[in-house]
């Protein structure tokens, strides 16, 4: 099959432009003028790669799946069973992502947190368990992302409730409300069914210290951070990634348990392994190494003894 070459961003666009003939506003730089038109044939080859994307993974599936069936029929492998999956288990607490810091990100940050978000809406629909998921304040640069770049996909989307405006405590009742905050005093040991738990949809690379605990204390909304001291140590700072911090509310529901969540969320080069296990590592390596040597002395007793008796 012939490989068609798919240009998989605007980046790849060699520059067909001439900024030698070309009108350039004026104020404007050659290398911004080229970047621009750039990014106005990217959009307008978008769909048309996007198209021929979808067909190319089409037809490699198709041949994929034919290439399987002959080799069922041939009964060179066997044909697979199917997997039971078991339907999702409802937990009843809401988990509200605020994107109503969407002015404090730059545009790489935008892009990075819609991907966030993405994977927030898959591992909420993965499984095993789902909570109620809301997007609030979804109004900005971050919903026209959505919109059109993301092709409006999130219009599509089930069991998630998706607000323009900022949330709204029920009665003013806040009781059940917990806005997660690294820079929060209160540490969560537990989470609790009842709760709303508001988590800030923003990446800032720690530049908005105190900003959703700012947020949180002016709306009267009680604050809670993550015990991340207490069950692991973790390499670097403490500030979690919003989808991150997602899921592993999710996985705390699942096991009831903070460093099993930890375990299964955070990738293992974050995590500095606990204190204890640590030590026992070390205790066990000193030991190993006492052993060697009395084997090496050992060794060389033995062979002593064997040079004066010859
Ligand atoms: C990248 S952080 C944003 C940091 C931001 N400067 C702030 O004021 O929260 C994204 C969100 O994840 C949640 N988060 C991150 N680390 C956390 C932690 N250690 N404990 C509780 N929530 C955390 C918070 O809701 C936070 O707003």
Redesign the pocket.
Known sequence: MSEEVITPSPKCFSAPFNSKTAEIPEGMSKSEWKRQQKAKLFEEQKKEWTQKKKEKHKKLKAERKRQQEELIASGAIEAPVAVYKPPLKKVNAQVIIDCAFDDLMTDKERISLGSQILRVYSDNKRGPLTVNMMLSSFNKKLAHRFNTNMQGQHLQWKNVKILEDDYQIPGNDNANWV??????SNVLNELDENMTY???G???K????????DKADAQNIKT???P?EKYIQLAGR?????NH?FELLLKWFEFKDWKAAFDAVLPQRKIIKHKDEEEEEEEAKEEEAIKEKEEEEEEEEEEEKIITES
């Open positions: 806005y997660l905050s690294s820079d929060s508001v988590i800030g923003i990446v800032d720690g530049r908005y210290k105190n900003l959703c605990k809670g951070r993550l991340i403490k500030v979690l990634t919003t911090v």
